[in-house]
Antibody, heavy 116, light 111 residues
Framework: EAQLVESGGGLVNPGESLRLSCAAS????????LNWVRQAPGKGLEWVSS????????YHADSLKGRFTISRDNAKNSLFLEMNSLKAEDTAVYYC?????????WGHGTTVIVSS | QLVLTQSPSASASLGASVKLTCTLS???????IAWHQQQPEKGPRFLMS???????TKGDGIPDRFSGSSSGAERYLSISSLQSEDEADYYC?????????FGGGTKLTVL
């Protein structure tokens, strides 16, 4: 069974950095694009970033460019999201999701709270 | 600009049927979408991908009660024989080169 497990969330001060991880299992990691999606408290889903199977294509939501960086380690079946200069509005549950087009496997999410 | 529009809320009685709508923005009526379900306090769950011709591919374990259809720029999710566990938020999702877009979600209440 395909599975994604996020980790790395926590409470950070505004301006600080955080690195999220997503461990994949149960499928051939190298054949899929992977994505980060977030959900602020009480709000809907918001696409954050995507990375192609071979690391050749990387996309970020325009509103986040320059602060967030997506990466993956195909040898370790892992996806990452480096978040810098965090703001209060980055407070959300962050999900990793598999999918070249439709996102067909989701993790349970990791919570990031940005507050002083 | 690629945008998906959903009604904020819907309701139907236990055992009844409901049809949720996701509308693609002008110029994008031929785009495929995906439907996702998010039960309270849980992560999203992929329900199906849905093409402009109404053909759809459901995720693993998704009951036959869930089906999809299309008409022009509208994409529909139909749920029959509503059960209490169907009470959830439903999101549509689409994509283009370099971007993914989600609709605002529809909160379904089962009465």
């Amino acid at each position: 069974e395909a599975q994604l497990v996020e980790s790395g969330g926590g409470l950070v001060n505004p301006g600080e950095s955080l690195r999220l991880s997503c461990a994949a299992s149960g499928f051939t990691f190298t054949t899929y694009m992977l994505n980060w999606v977030r959900q602020a408290p009480g709000k809907g889903l918001e696409w954050v970033s995507s990375i192609s199977s071979g690391n050749t294509n990387i996309y970020h939501a325009d509103s986040l460019k320059g602060r967030f960086t997506i990466s993956r380690d195909n040898a370790k079946n892992s996806l990452f999201l480096e978040m810098n200069s965090l703001k209060a509005e980055d407070t959300a549950v962050y999900y990793c999701a598999r999918g070249n087009l439709a996102m067909d496997v989701w993790g349970h999410g990791t919570t990031v709270i940005v507050s002083s | 600009q690629l945008v998906l529009t959903q009604s904020p809320s819907a309701s139907a009685s236990l055992g009844a049927s409901v049809k949720l709508t996701c509308t693609l923005s002008s110029g994008h009526s031929n785009y495929a979408i995906a439907w996702h379900q998010q039960q309270p306090e849980k992560g999203p769950r992929f329900l199906m991908s849905l093409n402009s011709d109404g053909s759809h591919t459901k995720g693993d374990g998704i009951p036959d009660r869930f089906s999809g259809s299309s008409s022009g720029a509208e994409r529909y999710l139909s749920i029959s024989s509503l059960q209490s566990e169907d009470e959830a938020d439903y999101y549509c999702q689409t994509w283009d080169t370099g971007i993914h877009v989600f609709g605002g979600g529809t909160k379904l209440t089962v009465l």
